[in-house]
T-cell receptor
Framework: ETGVTQSPTHLIKTRGQQVTLRCSSQ?????VSWYQQALGQGPQFIFQ???????GRGNFPPRFSGLQFPNYSSELNVNALELDDSALYLC????????????FGPGTRLTVT | AQSVTQPDIHITVSEGASLELRCNYS??????LFWYVQSPGQGLQLLLK??????LVQGIKGFEAEFKRSQSSFNLRKPSVHWSDAAEYFC?????????????FGSGTRLQVQP
């Protein structure tokens, strides 16, 4: 069974640029959630995708957007990067809408300078 | 909205000693409860979960947790800590509204293990 994978591992961007992060869900899982973890804090929910539709969003501005593909992999896009966007971005996969039991990938470390 | 409090930012225990990490939650109904562990620079690994039923749940790596509704708590315990248990531990609540299945995390407890 393949776990959740994310790419890239690390990324350095300049303020104002755009970034795309990628996630492949665990085999058999059709729901993907994205979280932002700032240094020294717990993860915060960004949004969730179920069967290619957004299924809920946390308190993040519209410049954070996402996609889910037919194979259940997902992208997180952030436009107009700000310094405060520097964080570890975690993807989690789960099965169906009962999916509170979420399995996390290793994360992408984004640094905005 | 639900919230999670982990009162201890940092705990140090000796190897072989027992461990208890505290977690309190705020939610109107019975939530789904989780403990995750995160090693430096890594993602989160699920240690254990509580959905319903027996209030004492067993997890991986010898961890257990007890749900106490009257105290709104879900404390994590281990009878004998190993040096490899040094990591950050997060308690999380799953309580969906409008159909989303989001987890709300506490701010974490960093565990140091002394030889």
């Amino acid at each position: 069974e393949t776990g959740v994978t994310q790419s890239p591992t690390h990324l350095i961007k300049t303020r104002g640029q755009q970034v795309t992060l990628r996630c492949s869900s665990q085999s058999g899982h059709n729901t993907v959630s994205w979280y932002q973890q700032a240094l020294g804090q717990g993860p915060q929910f960004i949004f969730q995708y179920y069967r290619e539709e957004e299924n809920g969003r946390g308190n993040f501005p519209p410049r954070f957007s996402g996609l889910q593909f037919p194979n259940y992999s997902s992208e997180l896009n952030v436009n107009a990067l700000e310094l405060d966007d520097s964080a570890l971005y975690l993807c989690a996969s789960s099965s169906g809408l009962a999916g509170y039991e979420q399995y996390f990938g290793p994360g992408t470390r984004l640094t905005v300078t | 909205a639900q919230s999670v409090t982990q009162p201890d930012i940092h705990i140090t225990v000796s190897e072989g000693a027992s461990l208890e990490l505290r977690c309190n939650y705020s939610y109107g109904a019975t939530p789904y409860l989780f403990w995750y562990v995160q090693s430096p620079g890594q993602g989160l690994q699920l240690l254990l979960k509580y959905f319903s039923g027996d209030t004492l749940v067993q997890g991986i790596k010898g961890f257990e947790a007890e749900f106490k509704r009257s105290q709104s708590s879900f404390n994590l315990r281990k009878p004998s800590v190993h040096w490899s248990d040094a990591a950050e531990y997060f308690c999380a609540v799953g309580a969906g509204d409008t159909g989303r299945r989001a987890l709300t995390f506490g701010s974490g407890t960093r565990l140091q293990v002394q030889p």
